[in-house]
Structure formats: C-alpha cells, structure tokens
C-alpha cells in the first residue's frame, strides 16, 4: 500500500524551530520530486520547498533563507527544517512525492495526510 506518512509537526513559540519527515512507503520504482506545501486560505495548496531527485530546491519566497528542505534517496524521505518560525507560518503542511511505477517514467503525485504546525507569539 502506498503512502506518504508525516512526522514532526506541533506547537512552538515565535523564533523556534521545527523539523518536519515525510517518508515514502509501497511499491514504486523511484521518486521524482518531493516538496512541501501548506493549505492556507484558499482552493489550492501554496508550495513551500521541493527538492528534485538531483537536489536543485525550490523556495517560496515567505521562507527563504529560514527553511531548507532536503532529501535522503535510499530512505525515500524528504525532511524540512523549519528556522525563525513566524506566527504566520501556522498551517497543515502537506508532504507531495511524485512517484514513478514504471519505464515509461510517467509521473503520479501522491500526497500525505498533512501535519499541523502552530506558532505563537
């Protein structure tokens, strides 16, 4: 069965840090890009990092410079740490991998359960 299982979120004060994992578990045959996103107001998911399977990253601008997320292949596991956390950064944060099952390296995109994190002023 697959699916992607979230760890790591919870309450911290302003100027904190987090550490969230995301790791992948099934039947794939690789993982392409990995990213976080968080659910903010709104229809659709806002991106936070991703991290291709080369290691280039993606910032949204709110978290440069605070947040770097990065990967380990062999344990199929993206993880992002968190810095200088804001009230603002309050959100679900959602874990999304896009798995390859196959040769024809098509890409499906899973996305896990989302992991709560709350900041206080």
């Known amino acids: 069965q697959l699916q992607l299982v979230e760890s790591g979120g919870g309450l911290v004060q302003a100027g904190g840090s987090l550490r969230l994992s995301c790791a992948a578990s099934g039947s794939f045959f690789s993982i392409n890009v990995m990213g976080w996103y968080r659910q903010a107001p709104g229809p659709q998911r806002q991106l936070v990092a991703t991290i291709t399977s080369g290691g280039v990253t993606a910032y949204a601008d709110s978290v440069k410079g605070r947040f770097t997320i990065s990967r380990d292949i062999a344990k199929n596991t993206v993880y992002l740490q968190m810095n200088s956390l804001k009230p603002e950064d309050t959100d679900v944060y959602y874990c999304?991998?896009?798995?390859?099952?196959?040769?024809?390296?098509?890409?499906?995109?899973?996305w896990g359960q989302g992991t709560q994190v709350t900041v206080s002023s």
């Open positions: 999304k991998a896009d798995l390859i099952f196959d040769s024809t390296l098509m890409k499906y995109a899973y």
